[in-house]
């Protein structure tokens, strides 16, 4: 158990309809890290958020948004959903160690219909 | 930019031999490499890091890694296969400076066949 919290862990929905993903970093840990899972694409980085502030940008469609809340929860929004967007979306977080490794959730995956 | 290649889709090797999975990586700066096990319908799995100092690192279930700067390089080895290895498995790099996001590579598909 990496101490990572993803929510939902399955989602089914259809074209054109908006998500919310939601994580829980590590007790302690500031940073939060959303990445994207496709077959074809391997692993994407899609943003970072540290303590509430958005941090880097990656491979981050403009239909795809997220934010860092107060208790350092995050979501990811994704709207006007296509086909493409099936995927695992993962969560990861980093400690405050310059070199911290990345410690992931179990991901959620989205299936779009 | 930073990126990491795995030239192996997959890997197979019988229970007790030996096991290399190789990756390259491209960083400006000194590279900070991460090895990741992904079991199937679960997370990333941290196995072990390499940031500076001695080139072969050890890591979690008797993995290892060993840094060659020249040949840009970050394997992962294990001297003896187990069947419970099969996964998939990552490489992933950061420079010291700048973005803190991990660049991943395609992953390769280890399987050990008993």
């Known amino acids: 158990d990496s101490g990572v919290t993803q929510t939902p862990k399955h989602l089914i929905t259809a074209t054109g309809q908006r998500v919310t993903l939601r994580c829980s970093p590590r007790?302690?840990?500031?940073?939060v890290y959303w990445y994207q899972q496709s077959l074809d694409q391997g692993l994407q980085f899609l943003i970072q958020?540290?303590?509430?502030?958005?941090?880097a940008k990656g491979n981050i469609l403009e239909r795809f948004s997220a934010q860092q809340f107060p208790d350092l929860h995050s979501e990811l929004n994704l709207s006007s959903l296509e086909l493409g967007d099936s995927a695992l979306y993962f969560c990861?977080?980093?400690?405050?160690?310059?070199?911290?490794?990345?410690?992931f959730g179990e991901g959620s995956r989205l299936t779009v219909l | 930019a930073q990126s990491v290649a795995q030239p192996e889709d997959q890997v197979n090797v019988a229970e007790g031999n030996p096991l290399t999975v190789k990756c390259t990586y491209s960083?400006?700066?000194?590279?900070?490499l991460f090895w990741y096990v992904q079991y199937p319908n679960r997370g990333l799995q941290f196995l072990l890091k390499?940031?500076?100092?001695?080139?072969l690192v050890k890591g979690s279930y008797g993995f290892e890694a060993e840094f060659n700067k020249s040949q840009t390089s970050f394997h992962l080895k294990k001297p003896s296969a187990l069947v419970s290895d099969s996964a998939l498995y990552f490489c992933?790099?950061?420079?010291?400076?700048?973005?803190?996001?991990?660049?991943f590579g395609s992953g390769t598909r280890l399987q050990v066949q008993p």
């Open positions: 390499y940031i500076t100092g001695d080139n």
């Open positions: 958020y540290y303590n509430g502030e958005e941090r």
């Open positions: 007790s302690g840990d500031l940073s």
């Open positions: 960083v400006s700066g000194n590279p900070y």
């Open positions: 990861a977080s980093r400690g405050q160690a310059n070199t911290g490794e990345l410690f």
């Open positions: 992933a790099v950061r420079g010291d400076t700048g973005r803190r996001a991990l660049t």
